[in-house]
């Protein structure tokens, strides 16, 4: 909860709701016989999303370049918000208290961090028209 800080929207309640309808979403697939991922991939999607607005500082991305505050510096502008939260997600699991991947093997743990860090990025509302356009071309 600290992590989330007092922002109105982007907070622990907003990161409890999305982890919840990403978990009612992955129980219909599979009582619907539609496992789509691996166990491990689901865990990978649930932890992106308790993770993906960590320590939201409440302002945009285009308010982060615009005001060169130090995420936009940071991360070159590019997606300043959601790779915070993601090197600070990662951060934290990094510490051995709260490293619940510790059994994981090297390549188990590259693909849950390639998956992880691919979800929180695909948060960034610059690229949802981009993402959105790929299931245009679902057959």
């Known amino acids: 909860r600290r992590v989330h800080g007092e922002n109105p929207f982007h907070n622990f309640y ?3 709701c999305v982890t919840h309808m990403t978990y009612c979403v992955l129980r219909v697939c599979r009582e619907q016989g539609t496992p789509f991922l691996t166990t491990k991939e689901q865990f990978a999607l649930l932890f992106s999303a308790v993770t993906h607005d960590l320590d939201h500082p409440g302002a945009n991305n285009a308010f982060q370049i615009n005001s060169r505050s130090d995420l936009a510096v940071i991360y070159n502008d590019q997606s300043c918000l959601e790779n915070h939260h993601c090197s600070l997600a990662f951060q934290i699991l990094a510490r ?8 994981f093997t090297v ?3 590259k693909a849950f961090r390639k998956l992880v860090i691919a979800c929180v990025l695909s948060t960034d509302m610059a690229k949802h028209f981009e993402i959105l356009g790929r299931f245009d071309k679902i057959d």
């Open 96 to 103: 051995p208290a709260c490293n619940i991947v510790h059994s």
């Open 14 to 16: 907003h990161s409890f």
């Open 107 to 109: 390549d188990e743990y």
